[in-house]
T-cell receptor
Framework: ELKVEQNPLFLSMQEGKNYTIYCNYS?????LYWYRQDPGKSLESLFV?????AVKQEGRLMASLDTKARLSTLHITAAVHDLSATYFC?????????????FGKGTTLSVSS | DSGVTQTPKHLITATGQRVTLRCSPR?????VYWYQQSLDQGLQFLIQ???????AKGNILERFSAQQFPDLHSELNLSSLELGDSALYFC??????????FGSGTRLTVV
């Protein structure tokens, strides 16, 4: 059974500093997604990583994928308050029927000045 | 507006009752997925339908069922509701290939 683990689960950040969230998954997958969720809201797609070594950047967020290590990282550069939210990584288990995303537990970021 | 429409947005009902949640996927998307989000369990995959057929099952209780209709909208039926079923229920849709779009969710409160 595919397991997706994120760490840390909570991250208290100071404005202007850099941080990294880690996402490990347990079985082979060729697609990894990052989503953002604000409290009580829906999930907003941030990145889709489709191949080993893929790197994508949007503003202060950069995501990368290492399929050999089954690891993705989400790097935050110079944190700002607007980044406070919960971030989820999700993976599709390619050896199973269906194409459902399996999510990690999420990392809740809180940015303070 | 993501293009995935869920109704109702909020639902309050009593234990033992039955409710139906509705989802209309983005135009052209054949797959519909249902997820349950609760504080203790996180985002749990329940079930996937593809073009009217069940494609995959996740952690869906026997009291829950779903279907996808010819016009591709989907309904999630929750019966014999318990307090622990209180959660945010999301529907997502995807085209062939990749990319998943989530609806705004239905917040179910069982009292």
């Amino acid at each position: 059974e595919l397991k997706v683990e994120q760490n840390p689960l909570f991250l208290s950040m100071q404005e202007g500093k850099n941080y990294t969230i880690y996402c490990n998954y347990s079985t082979t997958s060729d697609r990894l997604y990052w989503y953002r969720q604000d409290p009580g809201k829906s999930l907003e797609s941030l990145f889709v990583l489709l191949s080993n070594g893929a790197v994508k950047q949007e503003g202060r967020l950069m995501a990368s994928l290492d399929t050999k290590a089954r690891l993705s990282t989400l790097h935050i550069t110079a944190a700002v308050h607007d980044l406070s939210a919960t971030y989820f990584c999700a993976v599709v288990e390619i050896e199973k029927a269906g194409t459902a995303l399996i999510f990690g537990k999420g990392t809740t970021l809180s940015v303070s000045s | 507006d993501s293009g995935v429409t869920q109704t109702p947005k909020h639902l309050i009902t009593a234990t033992g009752q039955r409710v139906t949640l509705r989802c209309s996927p983005r135009s052209g998307d054949l797959s519909v997925y249902w997820y349950q989000q609760s504080l203790d369990q996180g985002l749990q995959f329940l079930i996937q339908y593809y073009n009217g057929e069940e494609r995959a099952k996740g952690n869906i209780l026997e009291r829950f069922s779903a279907q996808q209709f010819p016009d591709l909208h989907s309904e999630l039926n929750l019966s014999s509701l318990e307090l622990g079923d209180s959660a945010l229920y999301f529907c997502a849709s995807s085209p062939p290939g990749y990319g998943y779009t989530f609806g705004s969710g239905t917040r179910l409160t069982v009292v």
